[in-house]
Every structure is written in C-alpha cells, then in structure tokens.
C-alpha cells in the first residue's frame, strides 16, 4: 500500500505564497515522477507542474515564472512553492506520484487527499 499526504495548503491574501508538501509512505520500490494538479470548482482537474526522477521541470503556462516544483528522492517527498498568487489559483491541490511498488512491478499512479488553496483578491 501507497499513501500520499499532503500539506501546507490555507487562505492567503493575492500577492502572498505558500508551500505545499507531499510525503509518500509504504511500499514504494523507486518514484518516477511527481507533479501537483489541481481543480477549481466547475472545472476539470489540470497539471500545475510536473518533476522527472531526473529533474526535469513542466509548468502550466498559467504558474510559469510563480511556481516551483522540487523534490527530495531521499524522502520521498514533493514540494510546490507558490509565490504571486492570484484569486485565480484557487482551488485544490492533488499530489500525483508515478512510482513502482516493486522492482518487478509496473509504474502506478498514486494520488493524495487534496488540499485546498484559497487566494483572497
């Protein structure tokens, strides 16, 4: 079993940052790739950005040049910082991993809870 936690997620003014984490816990053999998405209400869920298990980096054009995606292999962990954010960043935030359970076993999705990210105009 994969478990993905997330956290950091609030209400913060527009202009204001904040920093959202994910931490995956269980069996998990090797992560591949991670990535945050996220869906406001009424609308489909969308990638806000996306990390290699090599670095590699993809933004939404939207978050380009305001967010940061990074992660930490040794702990399984994914970070989002969020700065310059808008009353249109609003919604909630799903961690996405990629990762293998086993050495022998395919790449799987794993999905966290979702945190909601509020931005005051």
């Known amino acids: 079993q994969v478990h993905l936690v997330e956290s950091g997620g609030g209400l913060v003014q527009a202009g204001g940052s904040l920093r959202l984490s994910c931490a995956g816990s269980?069996?998990?053999?090797?992560?591949?790739?991670m990535g945050w998405y996220r869906q406001a209400p009424g609308k489909e869920r969308e990638l806000v950005a996306s990390?290699?298990?090599?670095?590699?980096?993809n933004y939404a054009d939207s978050v380009k040049g305001r967010f940061t995606i990074s992660r930490d292999n040794a702990k399984n962990m994914a970070y989002l910082q969020m700065n310059g954010l808008k009353a249109e960043d609003t919604a909630v935030y799903y961690c996405?991993?990629?990762?293998?359970?086993?050495?022998?076993?395919?790449?799987?999705?794993?999905w966290g809870q979702g945190t909601q990210v509020t931005v005051s105009s």
């Open positions: 269980g069996s998990i053999f090797r992560i591949n790739a």
């Open positions: 990390i290699t298990s090599t670095g590699g980096t």
């Open positions: 996405n991993i990629r990762l293998q359970g086993r050495s022998w076993s395919p790449s799987q999705d794993y």
